[in-house]
Each structure stands twice: as C-alpha cells, then as structure tokens.
C-alpha cells in the first residue's frame, strides 16, 4: 500500500483592507549629514548653514512665515538654518552682548537673504536630503 505525504495546510494570507487611505508608518533614520558651508564668521569661529536648503527646511520656515510674517519669523529661520547648536551660540554671543544689534541684523538678513535666494532657484528646491 502506497503511503500519501500528509498533507500541510497554510494559512490564508491575510489581506489587508483596501480603505483607499494612506497609511504612512514612520521610522526614526540616522539623519544624513548635508554639506554645509560657512555663511559668517564671529571672531574666527564660522556659522555654517546647508549649501542645498533640504524641502523640510523649506516647508517649516514657509509654515512660520505664513503664521508669523517675515519680520517675526526671522528668528525661526535663523535657527533652522543655522541648526540648534549654532543658533544658541549666536544668541549667547548677543546676550552677552558681544554683538550689537546692528551686527545681529546684519547676521540676521544675511540668513534671511541666503534662504530667499535659495527659493529663487527652481533647480535647487526640493532637492535636498529626504532625511532632513
């Protein structure tokens, strides 16, 4: 008599619901370093901001313009470009009153400037890093 293999069943796939709703699921990625460059230097030491302004940036400074103004979020803008790190640095430089205000300004549209600028060049928007 001839012996059959047993038989093995598989359990169905479940498939998941097509709700025609977008689901995201986020992952916390090591960010990428993004080239920078040195935008000003207060006495030798240099402020950096990124050479490509990645579409993150560019979506939260336009939120705080949009919410806020151009004039009011200047200090968002500063700190986004200039990263956290830089930006404290720069405030305690203030604070302590190692620049005056003309010097703040002047770092300030500097900042400002470099960011408008950027926004002017089609070729460059959006295309930063997507982990930024």
């Not at 993004?34 to 230097?41: C, I, M, N, Y």
């Not at 151009?70 to 203030?94: N, P, T």
């Amino acid at each position: 008599m001839a012996t059959r293999a047993p038989r093995t069943r598989t359990a169905p796939v479940a498939e998941e619901p097509d709700t025609g709703i977008l689901e995201i699921t986020t992952t916390r990625e090591k960010p990428v370093d993004e080239a920078r460059e040195p935008l000003f230097s207060i006495d030798g030491e240099e402020f950096t901001v990124p050479k490509v302004i990645p579409p993150r940036l560019v979506f939260l400074a336009m939120n705080s313009i949009r919410e806020q103004g151009a004039v009011f979020s200047s200090m968002r803008l500063l700190e986004l470009l200039l990263g956290k790190a830089q930006y404290v640095r720069l405030l305690e430089l203030y604070e302590a009153q190692a620049l005056t205000q003309d010097n703040f300004d002047q770092v300030t549209a500097l900042v400002s400037q470099r960011f408008f600028d950027h926004m002017n060049e089609p070729e460059t928007v959006g295309k930063g890093s997507p982990a930024s």
